[in-house]
């Protein structure tokens, strides 16, 4: 093909085959060619990077937005815009804590309508598997969202009630039959206890590493004996990565994610009362964080995502017993990752595979998470060297509130392409079902 769109060069192009000196032609917001770093494709706009490197697009399929409903805490246009300057190209909304939650297809629907026309980077949703839905399960799928998340323990909001290890049986098997996915917030209710006190330590004692290995032992009986497909959300504790690692072995159906805010930060540092550090499960010891990096090595740990889930700072009250759970960390997700995995002697191809090739795969996103011939041109600029401090205030998150402000990252995201385009300000992503 001659006359390209946009032809973007750089020595330091990331593909499944590792870092590549390459031109990337795209068309029509697709990537048409892969040529030599010098040649010479004719195009309408040509970049040449020369050595910053180039990376697919991320790919996020643990974000909050919120809207409708709780929009005041973040929306579409807001967690969008951040996606888009952190890199994020695609993200996967949840089923909560939007007003109402994604568990049927008119509550779907409401979502589309709230988030059309406002969103900067390509949207898709998972559906919800509460007590009451296992027979809108099946119409969720056939309308396009991208699997069904449910909770073992409290949410923390009573419109999206947990299920019993019975009912995620049943829901388990109702997905099974159309080869569905369930992501699972897996936590032992029965070994949680009320937190005792302000303080982290007190918070951290209430939710022990006990309660996620056990949760993981059901979801993956579960998936042995339905067949169904299963994958265990934000993972913060290494106790469950062997009984995840067998259970791969043995050919269960199971994956599993962690996040920024586990592998970079560590309870030995967390600030008595700075409650932006609070989330479920919680964030653990850097000897935790540790085996953590292990199992993302080997592969028991595919993904990972932000669990972006922000809210307002009058719920980040300085008691840990009291304030909201959930870290805020969209746009900072791909720097804090690399400035943890630079140190640790990972490269940019490990980087893209857990943050963008594994996340698409999870969610079927066949044309995204990785720079090929045929998959959209989402393409990322990227800094890999410079290193800068966080301001939460410039962030385009809706409220200023992360556990990262104030500290230094590195990388800096230089330009994010959408299908092509660069993000620019204009609402174009699109509203992705099923594919």
């Known amino acids: 093909m001659s006359g390209y769109d946009l032809v973007v060069r750089s020595r330091r192009t990331v593909t499944a085959d590792g870092e590549r000196a390459l031109a990337v032609a795209v068309h029509d917001g697709r990537i048409a060619a892969l040529h030599p770093y010098d040649a010479p494709p004719p195009a309408a706009e040509e970049i040449d990077l020369r050595d910053l490197a180039l990376l697919p697009g991320l790919v996020d399929t643990h974000v909050h937005v919120n809207e409708p409903g709780r929009t005041h805490w973040e929306g579409f246009a807001s967690a969008t ?4 300057a952190g890199g ?24 589309v309508r709230a988030a059309e026309g406002q969103c900067h ?11 009451a ?7 969720l799928h056939d309308r396009g969202v991208y699997g069904f998340k449910c909770f073992l323990s409290p949410s923390g909001v009573e419109e999206f009630p947990s299920l019993t290890p019975s009912r995620m049986r049943e829901a388990m098997a109702e997905i099974a039959g159309f080869d569905g996915l369930l992501v699972v917030h897996a936590e032992d209710p029965a070994l949680l206890t009320d937190c005792a006190g302000p303080s982290y330590r007190q918070f951290l004692e209430s939710r022990p590493g006990a309660a996620e290995r056990s949760a993981i032992e059901q979801v993956v009986e579960a998936a042995r004996e339905t067949g169904a497909r299963a994958h ?39 600030p008595e009362g700075d409650t932006a550090y609070k989330c479920c499960p919680p964030i653990r010891s850097a000897a935790n964080r540790d085996l953590l990096w292990e199992g993302l090595a080997g592969g028991v740990l595919s993904c990972v995502v932000s669990d972006h889930s922000p809210a307002t700072p009058d719920l980040k009250v300085p008691d840990f017993a009291a304030a909201w759970g959930g870290v805020a960390s969209l746009q900072l997700g791909l720097r804090a990752v690399w400035t943890e995995a ?25 044309g995204k998470g990785g720079i090929e011939p045929g998959k959209d041109a989402d393409l990322v600029a990227f800094d890999p060297a410079v290193t800068e401090p966080v301001d ?4 385009h998150h809706k409220n200023p509130v992360t556990p990262y402000h104030g500290r230094h990252l590195k990388g800096a995201v230089l330009t994010t392409w959408l299908r092509g385009r660069p993000v620019d300000g204009t609402p174009y992503g699109k509203l992705r079902f099923g594919d």
């Open 81 to 84: 815009r951040a996606a888009a």
């Open 88 to 111: 994020v190209t695609t993200i996967v909304d949840m089923p909560l804590n939007s007003l109402p939650p994604t568990v049927s297809v008119e509550a779907l629907e409401a979502k």
């Open 121 to 131: 980077v390509d949207v898709g949703f998972w559906g919800g598997a509460v007590p």
């Open 133 to 139: 839905n296992v027979k809108e399960l099946r119409a």
């Open 232 to 270: 265990i959300l934000h993972v913060s504790s290494a106790e469950g990565l062997d009984v995840l690692a067998r259970a791969q072995a043995d050919g269960v159906r199971i994956t599993a994610e962690t996040c920024p805010h586990y592998l970079t930060l560590d309870a030995e540092q967390i």
């Open 342 to 366: 630079s140190r640790r002697g990972h490269g940019l191809g490990a980087l893209v595979r857990w943050m963008s090739a594994n996340p698409a795969a999870l969610a079927g996103l066949v």
């Open 392 to 395: 939460a205030r410039r962030l």
